[in-house]
């Protein structure tokens, strides 16, 4: 399904041969991480946006699948948050959804979902001795690379 208005990817170092990166706030950061404790048991999810490539709004949606193991942002809410994004005249720029079990790495049927190569796939672990529990990925192809996370202070 391709979802209107999704604009072309501001992933940077695409293409120039150095590793890919994506740049987001400081405090969204730490919102991304309260949503994945606060959604337990569940996965949470939700959409990212900012401007000039950098992400500083996060936008949780709902979990249509109620799953521990699995995300779905019901039709409605994925129009809803796109309509909210372009309201406020933001880029998107990322999806979010967590891993409660831990294992923050895309499953094989984040990969199978994965349906915006230009957007940043990022992926939480709410478990407190995780070793990067923000970690970000692009997703083409199938085939899928991971992001520098470069935090942005303000
Ligand atoms: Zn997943």
Redesign the pocket.
């Known amino acids: 399904m391709a979802l209107p208005g999704v604009p072309r990817g501001r992933i940077t170092g695409m293409g120039t041969g150095m590793g890919l990166g994506v740049k987001i706030r400081a405090g969204a950061l730490l919102l991304l991480r309260e949503e994945a404790r606060t959604a337990l048991p569940q ?1 949470c999810c939700g959409f990212l946006a900012g401007s000039g490539g950098v992400i500083t709004v996060v936008l949780p949606a709902c979990n249509f699948l109620a799953s521990p193991t ?2 779905e942002i019901a039709p409605q809410e994925l129009f809803r948050l796109v309509r909210e994004i372009r309201a406020q005249k933001l880029e998107h720029l990322g999806i979010y ?1 967590s ?1 409660p079990a831990g294992g923050n790495f ?2 094989p ?2 990969i199978q979902r994965a349906f915006y190569p230009q957007l940043a796939y990022f ?1 939480l672990s709410p478990l407190r001795d995780a070793a990067n529990p923000v970690r970000a990925f692009s997703i083409r192809e199938s085939r899928v690379t991971e992001l520098t996370i470069e935090t942005v202070q303000g």
């Open positions: 996965e699995s995300f959804h891993h895309p499953s049927r984040d992926i």
